[in-house]
T-cell receptor
Framework: AQSVAQPEDQVNVAEGNPLTVKCTYS??????LFWYVQYPNRGLQFLLK??????LVKGSYGFEAEFNKSQTSFHLKKPSALVSDSALYFC?????????????FGRGTSLIVHP | DTEVTQTPKHLVMGMTNKKSLKCEQH?????MYWYKQKAKKPPELMFV???????INESVPSRFSPECPNSSLLNLHLHALQPEDSALYLC?????????????FGQGTRLTVV
């Protein structure tokens, strides 16, 4: 079975400060991990993914995420937050090879960047 | 073209109306999805079409009826909806059933049932 947890409903950060949005996962096999962002009244936009290889993954808009197998985590990070980064962020996981090819989404974390 | 296009953007319908949501992609993707999303919640999977055949129906009520006329188009026919069906309906596509591929989402249709 595949599951993912986003422990924070909301993250607040000041503009210019580093940000972290947390995600932990549970799979039987190997995790394929994804981050999506959703702006108000819009669809989800793909940010980045981890399939295999380097544990530090770089994505769109300056975001990156670090895969940590021992802690079963895939936290999203950005060195310097922008007000325009304020949005809803979803982590998603697929369990390979045994799980569904349909991703399981976390509950979402609302990121608020204060000017 | 890396877009998934959904129409209409907004829809208000009465409980006795029949309407359809449309979704189109020209990326050659062979898997297409319908999701329902309530405010500040994750998207909930409704249907999956793989190679134009319905492969997953997540026990969705029959008042929602999906259709895949061809590999680029996906429709969702609505009939006798309830106010609790009001939500953002998202269409998505992916190259296929490979686990490592990400999905591309449309902008959604904001549906209000009155």
């Amino acid at each position: 079975a595949q599951s993912v947890a986003q422990p924070e409903d909301q993250v607040n950060v000041a503009e210019g400060n580093p940000l972290t949005v947390k995600c932990t996962y549970s799979v039987s096999g190997n995790p394929y991990l994804f981050w999506y962002v959703q702006y108000p009244n819009r669809g989800l936009q793909f940010l980045l993914k981890y399939i295999t290889g380097d544990n530090l993954v770089k994505g769109s808009y300056g975001f990156e995420a670090e895969f940590n197998k021992s802690q079963t985590s895939f936290h999203l990070k950005k060195p310097s937050a922008l007000v325009s980064d304020s949005a809803l962020y979803f982590c998603a996981v697929r369990d390979y090879p045994g799980g569904s090819y349909i991703p399981t989404f976390g509950r979402g974390t609302s990121l608020i960047v204060h000017p | 073209d890396t877009e998934v296009t959904q129409t209409p953007k907004h829809l208000v319908m009465g409980m006795t109306n029949k309407k359809s949501l449309k979704c189109e992609q020209h990326m050659g993707h062979r898997a297409m999805y319908w999701y329902k999303q309530k405010a500040k919640k994750p998207p909930e999977l409704m249907f999956v079409y793989s190679y134009e055949k319905l492969s997953i129906n997540e026990s969705v009520p029959s008042r929602f009826s999906p259709e895949c006329p061809n590999s680029s188009l996906l429709n969702l026919h609505l009939h006798a909806l309830q106010p609790e069906d009001s939500a953002l309906y998202l269409c998505a596509s992916s190259p296929g059933e490979a686990a490592g591929t990400e999905a591309f989402f449309g902008q959604g249709t904001r549906l209000t049932v009155v």
